[in-house]
């Protein structure tokens, strides 16, 4: 069975940093993973993936430079370390996983199959 479960939001203030976590059931822990954020109001939106092993990312242009994301097979675990917070990056974020691993690096949501139930993150001014 598939299986995501993030964790790791909370509330912070702005300039603060905050790690989320994504662990994946064995199946698709080797699958390439994304993150994706909804804010309110808002269409959800690409943050970053990772290649199955790990060697290869992408980010988003908004959060490049601040966030990171890697991965940690032994453990089945997806991570997004998120510095520099602004209340712009408020927002659910989800990890979602690409089974066929073809289109995990364009950033299209479309690709994903497997989806978390998501994390709340605020970021305070």
């Known amino acids: 069975q598939v299986q995501l479960v993030e964790s790791g939001g909370g509330l912070v203030q702005a300039g603060a940093s905050l790690s989320l976590s994504c662990e994946v059931s064995e199946r698709t822990s080797y699958y390439p993973m994304g993150w994706f954020r909804q804010a309110p109001g808002k269409e959800r939106e690409f943050v970053a993936a990772i290649s199955g092993p790990g060697s290869i990312t992408y980010y988003a242009g908004s959060v490049k430079g601040r966030f990171t994301i890697f991965r940690d097979g032994a453990k089945n675990t997806v991570y997004l370390q998120m510095n520099s917070l602004k209340p712009e990056d408020t927002a659910v974020y989800y990890c979602?996983?690409?089974?066929?691993?073809?289109?995990?690096?364009?950033?299209?949501?479309?690709?994903?199959?497997?989806w978390g139930q998501g994390t709340q993150v605020t970021v305070s001014s």
């Open positions: 979602a996983a690409d089974p066929r691993g073809t289109g995990w690096h364009s950033g299209d949501e479309r690709y994903y199959d497997y």
